[in-house]
Structures are given as C-alpha cells and as structure tokens.
C-alpha cells in the first residue's frame, strides 16, 4: 500500500513536469526500487537531446524510464534488463504506442551484443551500482559502446562521503552488505576518470538536498518504506547523478 497523493503534491508536480504527465499508478507499479521517472527527468535536465538519437537504457528495469525517453525527446530506445523478460516490457512498450521506437531485450551488462561507438548516449537508472563500479568494468564493456561525443548518463544510490571503515552507528541496524556499493560523488567522479576515456561534466548529489529528499519522498510514501532513509536524514545516503562524455581519443586533426 501506498499513499499516492504524497508523490503527487504541488511542489513535486511543478519540480517534474514532464514525470507528472503519467500516471501515477503506472509508475509505483512499474518502478523498481524507487521513483525512476523522477530520476531519469532529473538526469536529461543536465544532459543533451535531439530527436532520432539512439540510447542505451541499461538496467531498465520494467523499461517505464525507456518509454518516458521516447515519449519526451522522440528517440529510439534499447530497453535492456536482466532481471526483467523482455516479453514482459514489450507488452507494456506496445501498450504505450511505441513498438517502432522502443526495443525490448534480455542483457547482461557484461556481456552487451553491440557495435563499438553505436549509441549517441547511454542512461542507467539505479543500476550501475550493481556492475559499472568495477574497476575494469566501464571502460571494458560500456564506453566502447557510445560514440565519440556521446554523453553516459547515471543516477546510482550512494553517500555523500566515503566511510571511514563500516557504515556508520545511525545506519547499522539497517545497513546491508551489498550497500557497500553505494559510493560517493568523489569516488565516482575518480572511477570514471581512471578509465581515461571521459571528461566528467557533472557529479554531483542532485541541486539542493534534492538526492536525499528523492530517497525521502518515496519510502516515506510507502507504509513499509525504508527506514533507514528517514533516519539518516540525510547525514549520509543521497542519489547521485552523473554525465560523461566519451573523449575523441585518436581521431583529433
Ligand atoms: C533497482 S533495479 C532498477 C530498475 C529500473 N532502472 C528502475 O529504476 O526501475 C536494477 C536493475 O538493474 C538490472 N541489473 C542488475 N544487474 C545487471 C546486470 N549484470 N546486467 C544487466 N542489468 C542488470 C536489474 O535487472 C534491475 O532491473
């Protein structure tokens, strides 16, 4: 059980206006793990869209933040998932009219079946915290992948500083292992840096609290909501939400 009207007030319709223009009900069903429309229209506000692009969305989920990017910039989607079956997105992207502009496939992330330099930009939405921060993996399997120019776009799950050791005392009782994923905006920036195949545009815990605050507003509207969110209180947890560019490397004049 939820209470919608928590995720629907004035303040947050006027914040998303494109994510408002769905229905809510849709959304809460189709999420996996939290509100992604708002953290997909967080991350294309700080990135760059012409119609006709082709985009990567990998770690799709139930491919909800794929059709909102067909629908908003007019582009061509790849809907990748591995958890979710294809056959399943695909019912939903036909039941949304876009069947010519978004492509439903099984994927792991490890083993992607594209050309070198095929996507204009890739997106992922609370998944990369589940591969891309291995220390081989983004310029091994994922930079390849877009073409020089083309943007990498993310919103990951972390904290606003690395731990100095184990989770802090606030957070333990809640704290689980796989969380030790969730890094900070300096240690990704770092990642990606290291691979020497992006300049890094952006890093940053969303504009005013708002990573924090995206976390908040959603578990709170659950009746069985996360309460670690809440009580941290924003000392620690936030979404973060970054944007590369692939570097020409090679090819200058
Ligand atoms: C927390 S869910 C988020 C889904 C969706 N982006 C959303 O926000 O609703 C994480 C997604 O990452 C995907 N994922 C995890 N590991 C993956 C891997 N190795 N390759 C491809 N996708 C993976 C899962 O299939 C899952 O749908």
Known sequence: MM??????????????????????????????????????????DVMEWN????????????????????????????????????????????????????FPMRAEARELPFAEDFFDAVVGINSLQFFGTDDYYLQNHLIKLVKPGGQIGMVVPGI????????????????????????????WRLHWLHTGMVAVELCDTFPDGEGYQIFRRFEESLNDGDKMI????????????SVVQKINIGNEP
Request: aromatic share 12%; proline share 6%.
């Open 160 to 187: 606003l500083q690395e731990f100095d050791g184990l989770a802090p005392g606030h957070l333990q009782p809640y704290w689980k292992p796989d969380y030790y994923s969730w890094h900070s905006p300096d240690w």
């Open 3 to 44: 209470n919608l009207d928590m995720l629907c007030s004035p303040d947050l319709q006027a914040r998303y206006p494109r994510s408002t223009k769905y229905d809510i009900h849709w959304i809460v069903e189709n999420q996996i793990g939290s509100h992604c429309l708002w953290l997909m229209e967080s991350l294309c």
């Open 51 to 102: 119609p006709g692009m082709r985009i990567l969305d990998l770690g799709c989920g139930k491919a909800i933040t794929s059709i909102f990017l067909a629908k908003e910039f007019d582009v061509q989607v790849w809907a990748a998932d591995l958890w979710i079956a294809p056959s399943e997105n695909w019912a939903r992207i036909r039941a949304a009219g876009l069947a010519h502009k978004v």
């Open 230 to 241: 809440s009580i941290d209180e924003g000392r620690s947890i936030t979404f973060i939400r």
